[in-house]
């Protein structure tokens, strides 16, 4: 009986900054639980570690198995990693949380599989199998949050390029030097404007005229930036995902608008540009989808 449980349950992991969380799913990616606990991300290597498995032995213990009866834990952290070897390089959110042999700490308390990846590719794959992009092959996955974070998905499957860093679309280079998400992410926005990104679709219907600069030098270059990705990649869907797409039209439409005049030929026609479906959960959802390749 205990090895038919085994290849029944599935954990998946989204390690953020300020939070962890943890869901188990079933073979038919049923969420059967869902754990959601502090990261305390200031207090180091070892106790974000602690963290992490406190909030798995918690989900467990919810459905009544044991962490040794899952058939694998995926886990998704915000930073560049090494995916074959399940090495976190560096996450600047984390304390201390540079070469971290995740996968290595993970086994030596469980003997399951263990995969690691970098969270905006985990939430691009939930997107891709189980999301707003279900049925496409060819998919971009943007966050837009405190920070920016991509994903390229191609066929179900993550592309990682020659050594894995593929899809790092918030680190780009403007031809000012700067770094694309220090100017378009969400602190970029209150830093600028004086307005915090949640408070930007009220202000927009009061006609507020500093909001709806704000949401004009938002999606102007974020959609700049899309029709470049939509001419090089070609890809049917983008989705939009993180705290900023809860603006919804309001940020879509203008990026749909900026995308179809600057993007290059058939592929800016062709391309949907929607709003993530899983929010909150794709994370979590998507940690867990990289154990049923």
């Not at 909030?55 to 459905?63: D, H, Y």
């Not at 009866?69 to 995916?83: A, F, Q, T």
């Amino acid at each position: 009986m205990e090895k038919s449980l085994k290849k029944d349950f599935y954990a998946g992991i989204d390690l953020g900054g300020t939070k962890i969380l943890t869901v188990i799913e079933d073979a038919e990616r049923n969420v059967l639980a869902k754990t959601k606990i502090p990261t305390e991300a200031a207090r180091g290597v070892s106790v974000v570690m602690d963290n992490i498995v406190k909030s798995l032995e918690i989900s467990c213990k919810e459905i009544g198995i044991s962490p040794n009866e899952l058939s694998g834990i995926g886990i998704g952290v915000p930073g560049p990693v090494n995916h074959e070897k399940g090495l976190v390089y560096d996450c600047p959110n984390l304390s201390g949380w540079k070469n971290i042999e995740v996968r290595k700490m993970l086994n030596e308390r469980w003997n399951v599989p263990v995969k690691v990846e970098n969270d905006a590719r985990v939430a691009g794959l939930a997107e891709t199998r189980l999301g707003a992009a279900k049925g496409f092959d060819h998919v971009f996955y943007i966050t837009v949050s405190t920070g920016i974070g991509a994903a390229i998905i191609t066929n179900g499957k993550i592309y990682h390029g020659a050594d894995g860093a593929a899809g790092e679309f918030g680190r780009m280079r403007l031809i000012d030097g700067s770094i694309f998400e220090t100017g378009f992410a969400g602190p970029a926005i209150e830093r600028l404007f004086g307005i915090p990104t949640p408070q930007l679709t009220e202000l927009v219907e009061k006609n507020d005229p500093g909001a709806k600069k704000a949401v004009e030098y938002m999606t102007d270059g974020i959609g700049t930036f899309l029709a470049n990705v939509t001419t090089l990649l070609n890809p049917q869907i983008i989705v939009i995902g993180g705290g900023v797409s809860q603006l919804g039209e309001l940020i879509l439409e203008p990026i749909r608008k900026k995308v179809a005049e600057s993007a290059f030929s058939i592929a800016a026609k062709n391309v949907k540009i929607v709003r993530a479906a899983l929010h909150t959960d794709s994370g979590a959802v998507g940690a867990a989808e990289l154990l049923f390749d």
